[in-house]
């Protein structure tokens, strides 16, 4: 189990990928979601971020959409 590791982790959770444009990616800690779908785009966004802030190390972050 990753959460047993002694890594830097992160478990990315996001709702329904959609490869269209979706607006800002909304994340969230305590399993909130705004849209049901997000862009694979702003995901991606996310994902990238995380390797330079500790702000989701050893987190489980939801990923969504505040929409267009």
Known sequence: DVRGSDLDWVVAQPVHLTDTKTGQAYTSL???TRKMKVSREEVARVLAAA???D??????VSISSVGI
């Open 30 to 32: 305590d399993g909130t």
């Open 51 to 53: 390797t330079n802030d």
């Open 55 to 60: 702000a989701y190390v050893r987190q489980s």
